[in-house]
T-cell receptor
């Protein structure tokens, strides 16, 4: 049973427009959420995170929104740039866990079109 | 800057061979993780360790074992490689404690078993 779901395997967005990547989770114990970006043949790199006490976190062009009642989060990229073409993974965990184990979604491949 | 290194970027092994994948981190992190990434399946946790000589099974431990003799090093062992273990293997580390579940990833090892 998938605890973190990214239902869109891929997404194409025009350069300069907004990219919105979505993620749903089922475990109400999750209280920390992360987004990672991955280029081919490289390891994932951390992008942005949010804890459950917030509903929004912003870092430059990247904003993550959290809707706890819907168990849904989204990553907004504005404006989208060619270098944003990558696979984006949503992940969730529990801050009180000693081992920092997080559960990843299957990823969404973002294509930025020229 | 956190650095997680993996011993090989690309590896080709024969069915039945014993395979060692090494991971080293230089940030004195307590937690270390091994994942595999396959198309359409995202990142799946194989094993993790929250302390030296400690190991915990992840979601897909079958066919794998691990070793953590030193804090900075976490090894993944394929006792008898099989073709279904052809994959991208990713190592990650994180600092224990409340506040963040952020994991730092190595560049990955693309393993092909023929």
């Amino acid at each position: 049973d998938q605890q973190v779901k990214q239902n869109s395997p891929s997404l194409s967005v025009q350069e300069g427009r907004i990219s919105i990547l979505n993620c749903d989770y089922t475990n109400s114990m999750f209280d920390y959420f992360l987004w990672y970006k991955k280029y081919p043949a490289e390891g994932p790199t951390f992008l942005i995170s949010i804890s459950s006490i917030k509903d929004k976190n912003e870092d430059g062009r990247f904003t993550v929104f959290l809707n706890k009642s819907a168990k849904h989060l989204s990553l907004h990229i504005v404006p989208s740039q060619p270098g944003d073409s990558a696979v984006y993974f949503c992940a969730a965990g529990q801050l009180m866990n000693r081992d920092d184990k997080i559960i990843f979604g299957k990823g969404t491949r973002l294509h930025i079109l020229p | 800057d956190v650095k997680v290194t993996q011993s090989s970027r690309y590896l080709v092994k024969r069915t039945g061979e014993k395979v060692f994948l090494e991971c080293v981190q230089d940030m004195d992190h307590e937690n270390m993780f091994w994942y595999r990434q396959d198309p359409g399946l995202g990142l799946r946790l194989i094993y993790f360790s929250y302390d030296v000589k400690m190991k915990e099974k992840g979601d897909i431990p079958e066919g794998y074992s691990v070793s953590r003799e030193k804090k900075e090093r976490f090894s993944l062992i394929l006792e008898s490689a099989s073709t279904n273990q052809t994959s991208m293997y990713l190592c990650a580390s994180s600092s224990s404690g409340i506040g963040s579940n952020e994991q730092y990833f190595g560049p990955g090892t693309r393993l092909t078993v023929t």
